[in-house]
């Protein structure tokens, strides 16, 4: 089955605990990119990547890294969270060129107190 | 500054009725606009735009893009419970993608 899985999908930290929540996609997709959602501010992008140790920054990327080592992987990595990443976290992908239809994955909600 | 603006944030209609949501967009390096479905989880795929005039159909939804006037409008007609979600729009400018507020549907039976 064609998907995108984010783990964990819930997770509660820490002030400044290192942590990293792994993104995959098993439809051999080219770009791949991880937003935030708010209440009241919506989807944000935080990075992207077009392809294999390509990755730029999106609106929001205080705070957070990247990688993207492999095609299929994009783990999010936040060196030192803050309650003001408190967020639900999606990660998705598309197949990239001119195409953008992106599917996403399930979610990670993150709590940092 | 780029943005995409949706109206309205949000809409109770009955079922059966016919929506229009609307997305106006002011960005640099326009390249397609996105709609996607929101429940209670991860978006999910509408249709994509680029071309202006052409509708985009699936169903009883359909969609279309005026690069003029820089507008999207998504139609549904016939409305179910089935569609009371929150309806997204996006625009891709140069592979950064900026997402607007969304509307918030809700379909009474």
């Known amino acids: 089955e064609a998907q995108v899985t984010q783990n964990p999908r819930y997770l509660i930290t820490v002030t400044g605990k290192k942590l990293t929540v792994t993104c995959s996609q098993n439809?051999?997709?080219?770009?791949m990119s991880w937003y935030r959602q708010d209440p009241g501010l919506g989807l944000r992008q935080i990075y992207y990547?077009?392809?294999?140790?390509?990755?730029d920054k999106g609106d929001v990327p205080e705070g957070y890294k990247v990688s993207r080592k492999e095609k299929r992987n994009f783990p999010l990595i936040l060196e030192s969270p803050s309650p003001n990443q408190t967020s639900l976290y999606f990660c998705?992908?598309?197949?990239?060129?001119?195409?953008?239809?992106?599917?996403f994955g399930p979610g990670t909600r993150l709590t940092v107190t | 500054e780029d943005k995409v603006v949706q109206s309205p944030l949000s809409l109770v209609v009955h079922e059966g009725d016919t929506v229009t949501l609307n997305c106006s967009y002011e960005?640099?390096?326009?390249?397609?606009l996105l709609w996607y479905k929101q429940e209670k989880k991860a978006p999910t795929f509408l249709f994509m735009l680029?071309?202006?005039?052409i509708e985009k159909k699936s169903g009883r939804l359909s969609s279309i893009l005026d690069k003029k006037e820089l507008f999207s409008i998504l139609n549904i007609t016939a409305t179910q419970t089935g569609d009371s979600a929150v309806y997204l729009c996006?625009?891709?400018?140069?592979?950064?993608?900026?997402f607007g507020k969304g509307t918030r549907l809700h379909i009474l039976p």
């Open positions: 998705a992908s598309s197949p990239g060129g001119e195409s953008y239809e992106q599917y």
């Open positions: 439809m051999n997709h080219e770009y």
């Open positions: 990547s077009m392809n294999v140790e390509v990755t």
């Open positions: 960005v640099t390096n326009f390249r397609s």
């Open positions: 680029t071309s202006s005039g």
């Open positions: 996006a625009v891709d400018r140069d592979d950064k993608i900026i």
